[in-house]
């Protein structure tokens, strides 16, 4: 693992030359990875993350209405009109098999938007964590590990994810040469990682949302390797790096 | 200890209001908290922070030359003309006893300058530590711990402080129910705070200015409780809140 690993701890701590080259993994446990995740493994055909309802009811207009799903959030609720929310668990094989997503979150399309320099820009998860390891052991570029956050503020669920991919692609051992933000992230695996549900449920977020996002959405979010798909952007369409092609 | 303990991981990772009412706790270990302190143990009669060399002459026009000392850095150098930089080493009381300091400074400044609606500004690093500590258990407001970071990014020197803070305040038993920031910092401390020093070598500020910031410098701003000074900001103007008032 040659690779330089920095971690951004939300889409507004950084500037969008510092992902220049490198392989960009957007990290929004809570909820919008962990939604687009889910949509590719049961079958979506695309995910296009949106920065608000403008454009996304721009991209709609262009669309056959039997071919795509509005979905997306505001604070954490669906927004009116809209197909599906954000949880993941609505994102069953039925609804969105051969479907487009036009996914409008918070901060999660944030993140991606910021992130349009980098070579690739995949989107990570606890849910695809090997999947995601998979490919990051074998990239040659450096890696900047993207936490969406919340309105620029550091989230746990997503630096807490962030320390597991670096502990993951360092056996456990830090380097002592690696980036200040690699560190904070290691720092807080180490310190939480025996029980990840556990810390996501006492998380800001969580608190926060305790009454409109259910506590089966948080724990389905904390589960490791439930499903080996890739999210990956490529011409402002998110699809699986595994796929196959049709 | 009932006061809520909230981080900050930079001067631009929080809005001004998230402030409103707590005690703030601005950390730059390297250097400007750092440098204060000294200043301030070393007989200075106040530190005035400016953002910028402007506004550093506007004020220095009302004061007489006499009992004044412009000071700063920029991107890590002594500004051109100035009588001191920002290395702690050179606030020797010799220089600057009776002085009012204008310190122009990168990140510790502005941090300084968001956190003007907070109840009480103090200035915090490992060397006032048990100072800062003593202050902190007798608050009866919320505590905020604002790390100024680098360009909006964290430090991990700051935030290191931040959990050796949280460390202490909690007893070493972190709450469940503190903030995403707190957990961070606290997670943090745990995995570096046996040996600062080192981690601080090791840093991105050390990494980035180590042909212009001296080893000493680092070593000195790592030293714990070398001083029991509290930098407290009123009207514009640090002073040692355990001071002697004349």
């Known amino acids: 693992m040659d690779s330089k690993i920095d971690v951004f701890i939300s889409s507004q701590s950084f500037q969008e030359e510092d992902l220049r080259g490198k392989t960009a993994v957007v990290v929004d446990v809570l909820r919008a990875s962990s939604t687009m995740i889910t949509a590719l493994y049961n079958g979506a055909k695309g995910v296009i993350p949106v920065a608000d309802m403008g454009d996304a009811s721009k991209i709609s207009q262009n669309l056959d209405s ?16 809209y197909d599906l ?7 069953s094989r039925e609804k969105v098999e051969k479907k487009t997503i036009i996914l409008n979150t918070t901060n999660g399309t944030k993140a991606i938007k910021r992130a349009g320099l980098a070579e690739e820009i995949v989107i990570g998860s606890f849910l695809n964590l090997e999947a995601l390891l998979d490919h990051l052991q074998a990239v040659e570029t ?27 692609l360092t056996g456990g051992n830090l380097p002592e040469n690696v ?62 790096f595994y796929g196959k092609e049709e």
């Open 142 to 168: 450096d890696i900047g590990l993207v936490c969406a956050g919340w309105k620029g503020r550091l989230a746990l669920e997503d630096l807490l994810c962030a320390g597991n991919i670096i502990y993951e």
């Open 179 to 240: 980036q200040d933000g690699a560190k904070v992230a290691f720092g807080l695996f180490e310190k939480f990682g025996d029980d990840i549900e556990q810390a996501v449920k006492t998380s800001n977020y969580a608190v926060r949302l305790k009454d409109i996002v259910s506590e089966e959405d948080i724990s389905y979010c904390c589960q490791l390797n439930r499903m080996h798909v890739l999210p990956v952007m490529k011409e402002g369409i998110i699809s699986d």
């Open 66 to 81: 039997s071919h795509y799903l509005l979905s997306g959030e505001k604070d954490g609720v669906k927004i009116e009109g």
């Open 85 to 91: 929310g954000n949880s993941p668990l609505d994102y």
